[in-house]
């Protein structure tokens, strides 16, 4: 299976960040040797002294797909979940400023954290999902998917013209504003709606 992230899907993060605004959704994937395993830490690695938090909404594919129509996209997915883009912000800027690949930057062993998924069928509508990251008990991001540029339809239409999208793949569908850095003994959780998804200790 492949994680499939959106990058500057949000006006706010795109801004915070000092990012173009882009005129199509931006894409990159992440191994599956990159999911963090359920109820571990997550380690800060030690080629970065900058570890973002990213929390997104995900979007579990249920079926094989290829050039999906968005009207069709619906019928992809069952589940919605939470989880973290965590980001090695400093090597990303550093991978950046040379046009190079962001993949040592989010891609590493553990920085992928995906939490509990809901079925769709448990929410009023897909594009208007409040979600919200907790440091400490601390509020540090929050966000509603009305607020994204591309909806989930319209991303997995989108990504499926490049690739297949397979059962089990999952969408990270990009973060809102409020990313900042983790550190040793950090107790993050993410909550859809009101309800915890995740929990997880930063060391
Ligand atoms: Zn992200």
Redo the contacts with the bound molecule.
């Keep these: 299976m492949k994680l499939i ?3 500057r899907n949000y006006t706010e993060h795109i801004e915070e960040l000092k990012n173009e605004r882009p005129s199509d959704p931006v894409i990159f994937l992440k191994p599956d040797t990159s999911i963090l395993l359920k109820k571990q830490p997550f380690f800060i690695p030690d080629f970065s002294e900058d570890v973002h938090h ?1 929390v ?1 909404v995900l979007v579990k594919i249920k079926k094989v797909g290829k050039h999906i129509e968005e009207k069709f996209a619906h019928t992809y997915y069952d589940e919605i979940g939470l989880g973290i ?1 965590f ?1 090695a912000r400093d090597l990303q800027s550093k991978l950046k400023e040379k046009g190079l690949p962001w993949e040592k930057a989010k891609a590493f062993d553990g920085a992928a954290l995906i939490g509990d998924f809901i079925p769709k069928a448990a929410v009023a509508d897909i594009n208007n999902i409040n979600f919200h990251l907790e440091n400490n008990g601390k509020v540090v991001q929050q966000g509603n998917t009305s607020f994204m540029l591309w909806k989930i339809d319209a991303l997995i239409e989108y990504i499926s013209k490049y690739f297949t999208l397979k059962i089990g793949d999952i969408i ?1 569908t ?2 809102p504003a409020g990313v900042s850095k983790v550190n040793p003994n950090d107790q993050l959780e993410g909550y859809l709606e009101n309800k915890k998804v995740f929990s997880v200790k930063i060391k």
């Design positions: 992230c959106i990058g990213e997104e883009d980001t990270f990009g973060t």
